[in-house]
């Protein structure tokens, strides 16, 4: 048994294997994130405002990466209209999209 064992942990791991939860700090490089995503993290809260003055605020639960390694944001959404106010259930996203839809880093 121990060789097996031995044989099962000597073997190389592939590059989505290498990216796992804890490595968010290098996926940024790896998916060729921009320096602008670096606020995307729990506890951030991002604006859209929509022409029909509709706003959106997104308020990030989690950052992680799923089992290929890309990464994701898992996100509360309020959205705000004519002194309505409705807080949608969690939504997730990958990251690259949630940094496009939500600029406006509050």
């Known amino acids: ?3 097996m064992n031995e044989a099962i942990a000597s073997k190389p791991k592939s590059k989505a294997a290498l ?3 804890k490595a968010c700090n290098s996926i940024g490089t790896f998916f060729g994130v921009s320096r602008a ?3 995307i993290r729990p506890g951030s809260l991002f604006h859209r405002v ?3 003055k509709t706003v959106e605020t997104a308020r990030v639960l989690a950052v992680a990466t799923d089992m ?3 990464p994701h944001v898992r996100y509360e959404l309020v959205i705000e209209r004519a002194h309505r106010r409705f807080v949608d259930e969690p939504r997730i996203l990958a990251l690259k999209t ?3 839809t939500y600029k406006e880093y509050v």
């Open 37 to 39: 995503m670096e606020y």
């Open 1 to 3: 048994m121990t060789v």
């Open 68 to 70: 290929l390694g890309i």
């Open 19 to 21: 990216f796992g939860a």
């Open 50 to 52: 929509h022409e029909d």
């Open 98 to 100: 949630f940094a496009d």
